[in-house]
């Protein structure tokens, strides 16, 4: 099976946490479980039409992804978030869907960063 490619560039993010290595695997194991769960927020609000509350849940879910500084990502959910403040609903369920499928290569660079920097400690 060909490895993943690496999207986030894990030595950037750990300048940024100040080469703090174990606050960086502590922060990506909490990203694992929380991003998760901002996507679920959006998509309750997409069904629902609420925009305010795609408004926040993109804008957290943008925060959260920001840390990676991988654009791609960031810029979906920034795209959500003037969605919702906006009121537009059009272009939601596309935008999130187009979201979730590069989260999928996103999660899986967490969670092998997760897995070998945990082992190698």
Do not use: W
Request: glycine share 4%.
């Amino acid at each position: 099976m060909p490895e993943t490619p690496f999207v986030i560039n894990f030595n950037l993010v750990l300048q940024n946490f100040g080469d703090d290595l174990e606050l960086l695997i502590s922060t990506v194991e909490l990203s694992l479980k929380l991003i998760p769960q901002h996507v679920e927020k959006i998509h309750l609000a997409i069904k629902e039409k609420n925009a305010k509350n795609l408004e926040i849940s993109a804008h957290t879910l943008k925060g959260s992804l920001g840390i990676y500084q991988y654009a791609p990502l960031t810029n979906l959910a920034f795209e959500l978030e003037k969605m919702g403040r906006n009121l537009s609903f059009d272009l939601a369920p596309e935008t999130l869907k187009t979201l979730e499928q590069q989260l999928i290569c996103f999660y899986e660079n967490l969670e092998s960063f997760s897995h070998t920097k945990a082992v190698s400690s």
